[in-house]
């Protein structure tokens, strides 16, 4: 079990019930009727023990639908290739689960208000998985910067067609993104 410092260990079901629920919400009422207080009741945990969790809403969601840390499991033993495909794929897989879509909107407002959320999530996500384009590089600094680059245009291309261009969401779009970001791999040798 975890604990906070001091005083009692932290129950890590109350974490589990409390993501499920936010994520069963998402769905049903969507962001904008999304609060605490009914996911606290719905959970049957107290509003403190969510506040000592999650400061805000956004944390809250934001840990529902992406964890604690992101799963990086895919690009083990992986080339850069293999990274960027899974960049491509990941990112689809991401932005097409049914409470991301509910989520994003309210989530992207929220992000642009919380500068400490927006920085913790970006650095959590990208410091990590980029490790692989540092990797027998001659230039790091320019390796670091096209792993950044694959990965906001990645994402956003996903995020973009999963919520705006659906109808254009498809796999063969996926396939064309990726054959148009996969030279990155060489430009960071």
């Known amino acids: 079990m975890n604990t906070t410092g001091s005083g009692r260990p932290r129950d890590p079901r109350i974490?589990?019930?409390v993501?499920?629920?936010t994520r069963s919400m998402l769905l049903e009422v969507g962001w904008e009727q999304l609060s605490l207080r009914a996911i606290a009741a719905r959970?049957?945990?107290s509003r403190a023990?969510?506040?000592?969790r999650w400061p805000s809403k956004a944390h809250l969601v934001l840990g529902s639908i992406l964890g604690a840390t992101p799963d990086l499991t895919p690009f083990e033993g992986t080339d850069k290739v293999g990274w960027i495909r899974w960049v491509v794929d990941g990112s689809a897989q991401l932005f097409s689960r049914p409470e991301v879509r509910a989520a994003a909107p309210g989530l992207l407002a929220a992000l642009r208000d919380h500068d400490d959320l927006r920085n913790e999530l970006w650095r959590g996500f990208s410091g990590p998985s980029t490790a692989l384009f540092l990797q027998d590089s001659n230039d790091p600094d320019a390796a670091l910067l096209d792993a950044k680059a694959v990965l906001v245009m990645a994402a956003g291309a996903a995020m973009f067609s999963s919520l705006i261009a659906v109808e254009d969401n498809?796999?063969?779009l996926r396939a064309r993104i990726l054959k148009l970001l996969l030279p990155a791999a060489e430009v960071s040798r």
Not at 49 to 52: L, Q, T, V
């Open 15 to 17: 974490d589990d019930t």
């Open 19 to 21: 993501l499920e629920v």
């Open 43 to 45: 959970a049957g945990v």
């Open 49 to 52: 023990s969510m506040s000592r």
């Open 170 to 172: 498809t796999d063969e």
